[in-house]
């Protein structure tokens, strides 16, 4: 175990080296950041002026090694907009994004498990015929068509659900302020949360079904049901464990996903969080804040990667880790 977390710690710094050369190459073609900083009246001596000041006229080899040097000390820039530390903007609009991707991840386990689970138990029923078209829908529609119509019949219509905005919400610790904690919290966050679901739901009911459906054909599950074990054992024991192997590898790299799939969510939505963020920070050449998401974001890949094979392994006893070229 301690030889592959070595092994994955070199492989996290790699992936962020590589994320951090990539965010701030972009940067060039985004535009012009004095543009936004000072606007068209001023003059190109002082511009020239605020150029040397920035580092702009710098090579680019000297700028990403100064950006390197800074963001290993926390810095990360400031943002041209916020005038303020990237990473502290960021950190502020990432308690939004995190509870509406748990919010997610929390509908996406608690349906597609029963519903994958049921499919294959009873592929031919009418019942799983009608989920598995289901999903096909669900796949096929994109995620801000979703939304928007959710919003015409839940907030227009039926005039049930608010259809922006995180509503009242409580401060906990630092920068992270929960919308758990007040019902118009739970009321503001059921939409965007089913909304942004619905991206990987059809996919995990498909993929859980495909895998327990193999599983269900294997040479332990036939000895368990001539042993005369209840079916129910057999199904969510032996089967559903064995099942869940592949779907918590992909699984989980999915989710992670769900931090990018949040800006059109978070856009149709008015949600304040990082996908938002990101957005206005594009339309504002705000180059400082986007590359900061960037590197923010590729972090989060990392991390959830990491602890997905750490899970895997857990649930996997005879897996070998230190042996897992992944």
Same mark, same amino acid.
């Given at each position: ?30 535009? %012009?950041? @004095? ?30 090694? *100064?950006? /390197? ?5 926390? %810095?990360? =820039? ?21 509870? @509406? ?14 519903? =994958? ?41 039926? *005039? ?5 905005? *995180? ?14 904690? !007040? ?37 332990? /599950? ?10 129910? *054992? ?27 799939? !949040?800006?059109?969510?978070?856009? /149709? +939505?008015?949600?304040?969080?990082? =996908? ?9 050449? %705000? ?10 974001? =590729?972090?989060? +890949? ?25």
């Amino acid at each position: 175990m301690l030889a592959y977390l070595v092994k994955r710690l070199f492989q996290a710094i790699a992936v962020m080296f590589a994320i951090s050369l990539v965010s701030f190459a972009i940067q060039d073609n985004l535009g %012009d950041p @004095l543009r936004e900083l000072v606007g068209q009246s001023v003059s190109d001596e002082v511009r020239q002026q605020l150029r040397d000041e920035l580092g702009l006229n710098d090579s680019f080899l000297q700028q990403y090694l *100064r950006f /390197v040097g800074n963001a290993l000390q926390g %810095d990360l =820039g400031t943002s041209y907009f916020f005038k303020e530390p990237a990473l502290d903007v960021i950190l502020k609009k990432l308690p939004a994004t995190l509870e @509406l991707v748990f919010g997610a991840t929390v509908i996406i386990i608690g349906l597609s498990v029963p519903l =994958g689970v049921y499919t294959a138990i009873k592929p031919n029923s009418v019942a799983s015929r009608i989920i598995m078209g289901a999903s096909i829908i669900g796949i096929s529609v994109p995620v801000f068509l979703t939304a928007i119509l959710m919003i015409f019949v839940f907030s227009v219509e039926l *005039r049930w659900l608010p259809s922006f905005g *995180r509503g009242d919400i409580v401060p906990v610790w630092g920068y992270w302020s929960t919308n758990f904690a !007040t019902a118009d919290g739970w009321t503001h966050i059921m939409l965007p949360s089913v909304a942004l679901a619905s991206i990987m739901l059809p996919l995990f009911v498909r993929l859980i079904r495909a895998e327990m459906m193999e599983t269900l054909q294997s040479e332990y /599950v036939k000895y368990a049901k001539a042993k005369g074990i209840h079916p129910g *054992r057999i199904y969510f024991v032996h089967a559903l464990k064995n099942t869940l192997l592949p779907v918590i590898t992909v699984g989980g790299v999915q989710i992670g996903t769900m931090v990018a799939y !949040t800006i059109l969510t978070e856009t /149709v +939505f008015q949600w304040p969080g990082m =996908g938002f963020m990101f957005l206005e920070a594009v339309n504002r050449v %705000d180059t400082p804040l986007i590359v900061a998401y960037l590197i923010v974001v =590729g972090f989060i +890949f990392v991390v959830t990667n990491t602890i997905v094979d750490l899970i895997y392994g857990l649930v996997n006893p005879t897996v070998n880790l230190a042996r897992m070229g992944a």
